[in-house]
């Protein structure tokens, strides 16, 4: 076991370190591993540069970060490997081996889930460079500094709401990248429409975090439908302001991992025909959205 010596070197924005000094192909101890999850927590994304990782060495790194999930697009995972799902435009003898435009809009995986995926980590095997610069890179921005940054009056009016979250609508969406396969009713039956606090209490932490995202959530629930859209539409704005935002910029062997109650990401598409490769895996939420425990009660 590996008893690192880590290093922080923090982004020139409000989230976002690169965390140096370990080689996560070979087993961490428990010691290095609980200061990966408090780094974590701090920065909200972190990512480890120039790692050489079979797919056994990122569910091993995972798992020390908490259960992985298994995506309900089985067709998308790594054949041999149901925990880990491919985020590629690659097709191999006419078939797609992954996603090929998934997360190329504001949202956070697992939203959608009666427990909310703790967070993903995403590894780099293959990234599209055009003229000595790489392309495809991830936005993230912080809710927690988003949260933060509302009004008073918009905080008070948030206190306490419920929005609509579907992963059916919002898988159906167009797609940058022509049609994607139907979900089967099995499928869709694994994620039902939920409904989610507007701010949620960070799990870990505490702390409060703007929860809706363009991607998949649907309405406010308990308003008329132009209030909801109005109220969507001024809080999908706002979490794009430049101020909350971390950009990567991939290189492989990049492994990134990304908190998805502290932070919502977008995936920029601008590197077709050149070619993606990316492998996700997802950390289990800890508890359900529906035991209330996650709700802020009143505006903090
Ligand atoms: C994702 O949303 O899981 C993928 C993000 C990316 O491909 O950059």
């Excluded at 097709?91 to 504001?106: C, L, Q, S, Y």
């Excluded at 055009?130 to 509302?150: E, H, I, R």
């Excluded at 022509?178 to 606090?197: F, H, N, R, W, Y």
């Amino acid at each position: 076991m590996l008893s690192a010596r880590l290093s922080v070197r923090k982004m020139d924005a409000v989230l976002g370190a690169e965390i140096q000094g370990v080689d996560l192909s070979k087993p961490v101890d428990d010691a290095t591993a609980t200061e990966i999850d408090r780094l974590w927590l701090e920065h909200e994304v972190i990512f480890f540069r120039q790692q050489n990782l079979t797919p056994e060495d990122h569910i091993r790194v995972s798992e020390q970060l908490g259960p992985v999930e298994v995506h309900v697009r089985t067709d998308c995972c790594r054949p041999g490997y149901p925990k880990v799902f491919i985020v590629s435009n690659i097709v191999e003898n006419g078939k797609p081996i992954g996603a090929g435009d998934a997360g190329t809009i504001w949202h956070s995986d697992g939203c959608c889930y009666d427990k909310p995926s703790r967070g993903s980590l995403l590894y780099a095997r293959q990234v599209p460079v055009k003229d000595g610069v790489t392309l495809g890179d991830t936005m993230f921005s912080s809710m927690t500094q988003a949260y933060a940054a509302l009004p008073p009056e918009m905080k008070r009016r948030l206190a306490g709401m419920n929005a609509l979250n579907s992963y059916v609508k919002g898988y159906s969406r167009p797609r940058k990248t022509g049609p994607i396969p139907a979900l089967t009713e099995a499928q869709k039956s694994k994620v039902p429409d939920l409904e989610i606090p507007v701010v949620r209490k960070h799990p870990f932490t505490g702390k409060p975090c703007l929860f809706v995202n363009e991607g998949y959530t649907t309405r406010i629930v308990g308003v008329s439908d132009s209030e909801s859209r109005e109220l969507l539409d001024y809080l999908f704005r706002h979490v794009t302001r430049p101020e909350f935002i971390y950009r990567h910029n991939w290189r492989e062997g990049d492994l990134l991992a990304w908190d998805n109650c502290a932070t919502q990401h977008c995936a920029i598409m601008d590197y077709a025909p050149l070619l993606r490769r990316m492998e996700r895996t997802t950390i289990t939420g800890s508890a359900s959205i529906k035991d209330g425990a996650y709700a802020m009660s009143r505006a903090a």
